[in-house]
């Protein structure tokens, strides 16, 4: 259902996400757990493009929601200039440093005068590449190999593609440095076939929060209904239908014209996951839903959440309720340091951790 290929997301200098990629299959509760700072919510909210991932894909189904990432499709990189001229670079005999990769596809792209510049300052070429490998470009190195083993992993037809030009231009980042027009028209097509308007997407992928989120100067059937009217998704006659329906399910019915402030934390984190209900959809993703209420408030939410699950519900939950995951969970993902350092069932994942820092991780929490 959610497809997350190979993403990285970078703040300013910081990068978060190195390399994460997981499928998230129609009814399963799959649960991430992990040290502050491991990129939790970061990668919740690149799930349904609250963050725009550096690189890397994100599919909803058949529906490709960031940009094409073209290092993750070989088949459009085999077709671009770039590629005949390494391959046919290699096939001549020719070595194939960085320097000459840069200089023969930035000859075979730039044409004449240019061309015999750059010939002229081979070298000078080749330490820019290196340059940028060196300088900016480091944190690529440090997870090049890992990069590489995910993106094969999207490739399923790659027969007669060569894969060592393949990795050169990866590598060396030579796409966007030397890829024209028609590259970019190619990119083009291939995100007109696929990709769909995010806020469609997002109708089908609710979104609850740590702080709720509500909107506070408004009525607690106001916050229900908003999304669905303003989107025009459903009248109001029947948004509040729905929304009635779902807080005689939660008990708060006699809330409806409330203000969220005058809400205990769980009633609130209650209402917030009904206002994620009254729009249908088909996965919800949770970040850390109840860290931020108090103990004797975690029970009913947790409670909620879990009747959800048994409904049927796909859910992906960050939480720091080892007993909830162990319970509720299909599946279990540990993160830290940007990357998915293991995943397993719940029951493999606790008794049998493998990973040095998830048990490190585990040893303390437990
Ligand atoms: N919008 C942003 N701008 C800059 N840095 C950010 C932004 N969002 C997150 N970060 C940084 O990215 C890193 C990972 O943040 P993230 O919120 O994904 O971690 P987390 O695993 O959810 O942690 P926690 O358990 O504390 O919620 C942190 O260092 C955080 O400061
Ligand atoms: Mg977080």
Not at 173 to 188: C, F, P, Q, T, V
Request: proline share 3%; charged share 25%; net charge negative.
């Amino acid at each position: 259902m959610i497809s997350v290929r190979n993403i990285y997301k970078t703040f300013g200098d910081l990068q978060v996400l190195k390399g994460v990629s997981c499928e998230i299959e129609k009814g399963e509760k799959v649960a991430i757990i992990g040290p502050s700072g491991s990129g939790k919510s970061t990668l919740l909210r690149c799930m349904n493009l609250l963050e725009e991932p550096t690189y890397g894909e994100v599919w909803l189904d058949d529906k490709l929601l960031t940009p094409i990432d073209p290092y993750i499709h070989y088949d459009l990189m085999a077709k671009t200039k770039t590629y005949h001229s390494l391959v046919s670079a290699s096939s001549n005999g020719g070595s194939s440093s960085p320097s000459d990769v840069s200089n023969r596809t930035k000859a075979s792209n730039d044409g004449g005068d240019k061309a015999a510049s750059d010939k002229s300052g081979a070298s000078g070429t080749g330490q820019s590449v290196n340059a940028a490998l060196n300088g900016k470009k480091l944190y690529e190195a440090e997870v090049l190999e890992k990069s590489w083993q995910e993106a094969l992993k999207w490739n399923t037809e790659v027969s007669g593609i060569n894969l060592d030009v393949i990795r050169q231009i990866k590598d060396y980042d030579l796409l966007k440095k030397n890829e024209g027009s028609e590259y970019k028209a190619a990119l083009k097509e291939m995100e007109r076939v696929n990709r769909v308007d995010v806020n469609l997407a997002r109708q089908r992928v609710g979104m609850v929060f740590q702080h709720f989120n509500l909107f506070n100067n408004l009525s607690v059937m106001n916050n229900l209904i908003l999304a669905p009217t303003t989107l025009k998704l459903q009248s109001e006659a029947e948004a509040t239908e729905k929304a009635s329906e779902l807080l005689n399910r939660i008990g708060l019915y006699d809330k409806k014209d409330e203000y969220p402030g005058r809400l205990s934390g769980g009633q609130k984190q209650r209402i917030a996951i009904v206002r994620s209900l009254v729009m249908n959809p088909e996965v919800i993703l949770f970040d850390e839903p109840t860290s931020a209420l108090d103990p004797e408030m975690v029970g009913e939410v947790l409670e909620l959440i879990r009747e959800l699950a048994e409904e049927g519900m796909t859910m992906v939950i960050v939480t720091h309720e080892m007993g909830f995951a162990r319970e509720v969970a299909t599946r279990v993902m540990f993160m830290d340091g940007g990357i998915i350092q293991e995943e397993n069932t719940p029951k493999e994942f606790f008794a049998n951790p493998q990973n040095a820092r998830l048990q490190e991780f585990l040893s303390k929490i437990l």
